[in-house]
Structure formats: C-alpha cells, structure tokens
C-alpha cells in the first residue's frame, strides 16, 4: 500500500519521515489557513503538477485499486490521473469538499457566462466534468442526499458509516451521574454555524438566580439557582471567538474556553464532564465526537438536522433539541438533572450502540470489503 498526500502540517525537511510509503508530494492550490477561493488558474497550475506527480507514482506503485479521500485544496488533478491510469477507482466523501469542483452553469450575465466558459472549456480539467464516480461511498444518507443535488452523479453510492477507536475511549466509572456543579462539554470548531451560543445562552440561564423552576415545569430541588460550568475545546475565526468570550462574559455560568487540545487527552476529558452538548445549527455529515462521548459514557444533548441524525434517538440514547433554541436546550439539561434513571439508561444504551455499530474496526472492515470487491470486480 501507498499514500499519496500533501506537506500540509509538516515540516519539508521531514515530510518522508513518517513512513516508508507515505509520499508528501502533492501542492495544495491554497493553504488550509486561508479561506477558501477558487483561484481558477492556481487550480489549474497546481492540478497539473499533482496530475503528473500521481501519474507517475502509479506507474511505480502498479496498485490493484486506488481509493481517494478527500481531495480538499489538492485540485482535481490526482482524481483524474487515477482515472486515466485505466485501475478501478473507489471514492469515499466525508463531506461535500468535492461540491467545491462543479463546473459553473450556464448565466445570462457577464460575469455567469464568463464563468460557464472558463469552467467548461478553457479550464476544463479543474471541475469534476467526465469524472466516473461508479464507485463511491458516503458515511452518512444525508450527505449523498446533498452530493446529489449539487450535481454529483452518485446515485449508487454506498453509505458506510465511520467508527472510533473503542479502546481509546473506555467508559467512566459511573456512566451518566451528573455531579453538582454540572459539567457541560462542547467539543469542536468554533464557527457560528456549530451553535456555540446557544450553549452559552442555556447555560446562563440555568446558572442565572432569575431562572424560575416553575417556568420550565421542573421539579424544585429546593434551589431556583443550578450551579453549572461549561468547557468549550476548539478553534475558529477571532471574530466569533470574540463573540463567543463577551457573551460567556455577560451571565453568571463559570465557562472556560481551552482551545484545542491533543485528541489523546480527549478520552480523559469526556469522562471528566457530565454531558456533552452540540448545539450545531447546520447540516453535519456525521457526528465523530458523539460517538466518542457516548463510548465514554458521558450522555449526549445535540440537535438532529445532520448526518448525527441518522444515529439519534432522543430519550432512547440522546436528548435531542432544536437548533439555535437555548430555552429548550435548558429543559434538556434539567430533564437529565432531575432525572438520574433517564441519564443512565441513555449513557448504557448509547455505549451499547457504539459497541456493536460504530467502532473504527467495522469501519475499516467495510471498507476493505468495498476495495475488494470494486478490485474483484472490475478485474473479472
């Protein structure tokens, strides 16, 4: 086996030092760190230099199957060298990154039909136009659902569903003990779309003295006061943090911003909290931090509308709220609070489903089974 990759994140000096077959050869048309642009030339540019560079690493390597990832700001370059090379082709799409090489259509305007004729025939090979997407994969409905509405021909597409390392994450002590204070986890980027706010609004709210139990139809534990803390681990734009700090700022929850930390102390951090919160407000293709909180034994409040969705079942083995809704995000909280049997039963039930569905081993046994099969195949 091969990879093929870019010197993103690692230093040139360095970058054939972290395997024998791993080759840091390809350009990006973009750094990572800067927003993303569509730099028709650049694309152009750098897809030629990853197209000949793949080409010729094909001819090397002679594979029975060549399986593409994500092609994010690699250009499509090295999707169609892999094409051309005549050897079965799988794809998996982790997210709608691939939307991102569609050609233009057709507009009345200028500047549309400037566009329609740069995409299509003087730049032609930087869109995914004559691509064969026979064989592909999704890790969640939704997101073949969008693929296809933005114009990828995907229709036979397989969803497989990714996993996590089990042994990573063993389960806490007590699964589903909510402690006094509570403890509530956001793990993820910061990003208006990923909700944060919401989670800040609850959590005032819940901590704020002017919060009436009686207005939530929860039972009075004697206080109309909850202690409540909130860690937020992540990065995003200064903009939205900053927005995220003033209006953690303005009410009374104790709410600490980590920044990002190293995915192995995230196992110990999950255990450590009483229940993971995802506020997110759009379309997520799946839900990898769920799946590791519930593995960890930590109950899980989240909105629905991804492809997290597809494995949620609320009062079964999560809460589920609506997005931008902190009231309701509140009256979530509280149930689990008030509730100690409900936030067990979903911690049991959510590690249990983990177990038997969602580990990273039946992940990649599916996956190899679909190489195979695409190899076998295609080989007859």
């Not at 093929?4 to 791993?22: D, K, M, Q, R, Y």
């Not at 840091?24 to 030339?41: A, N, Q, S, T, V």
């Not at 997520?284 to 629905?304: D, K, Q, R």
Request: charged letters at 25%.
């Amino acid at each position: 086996m091969a990879v093929l990759t870019s010197t993103h994140g690692v230093e040139e000096a360095t970058a054939n030092e972290t395997g024998p077959n791993i080759h840091r050869i390809l350009k990006l048309y973009l750094p990572f760190e800067l927003p993303g642009k569509i730099m028709r030339w650049q694309r152009w540019r750098v897809g030629k230099y990853n197209y000949g560079l793949t080409k010729h690493s094909i001819t090397i390597e002679k594979p029975n199957v060549i399986f593409l990832w994500s092609q994010l700001r690699l250009t499509i370059g090295p999707a169609k060298a892999a094409q051309d090379s005549g050897i079965p082709i799988v794809y998996t799409f982790n997210d709608e990154t691939i939307a991102g090489y569609r050609p233009a259509r057709f507009g009345l305007t200028p500047k549309g039909l400037a566009r329609y004729v740069f995409d299509n025939y003087i730049f032609s090979s930087i869109n995914f136009k004559g691509l064969n997407f026979k064989y592909a994969t999704c890790i969640s409905q939704l997101l073949k659902r969008n693929l296809l509405a933005k114009g990828l021909p995907i229709r036979k597409a397989k969803v497989i569903y990714q996993g996590i390392p089990l042994e990573r994450f063993p389960q806490k002590s007590e699964p589903g003990k909510i402690k006094s204070p509570v403890r509530l986890l956001y793990v993820g980027q910061l990003h208006p779309y990923k909700g944060v706010h919401t989670l800040i609004e609850a959590a005032h709210l819940i901590a704020d003295c002017g919060l009436r139990i009686a207005d939530y139809k929860i039972r009075d534990s004697g206080s109309a006061t909850r202690n409540v803390r909130v860690s937020i681990i992540g990065e995003g734009p200064e903009e939205y943090k900053t927005l995220l700090r003033d209006k953690a700022a303005r009410g009374p929850a104790d709410i600490k911003f980590t920044g990002k930390v190293a995915h192995t102390e995230l196992p110990r951090i999950y255990r450590e909290h009483d229940i993971f919160v995802f506020p997110s407000a759009w379309q997520e293709p799946f839900g990898l931090t769920h799946l590791e909180a519930m593995a960890s034994g930590t109950p899980v409040i989240s909105t629905a509308d991804g492809g997290h969705g597809e494995f949620l079942r609320d009062k079964k083995n999560a809460l589920i709220f609506e997005k931008e809704n902190p009231k309701q995000l509140v009256e979530k909280i509280l149930c689990l609070l008030d509730d100690p049997d409900l936030s067990r039963n979903i911690a049991a039930n959510a590690r249990a489903m983990v177990e038997r569905e969602f580990t990273l081993k039946r992940y990649v046994t599916n996956l190899e089974t679909f190489l195979q099969e695409t190899a076998i195949g295609e080989n007859l």
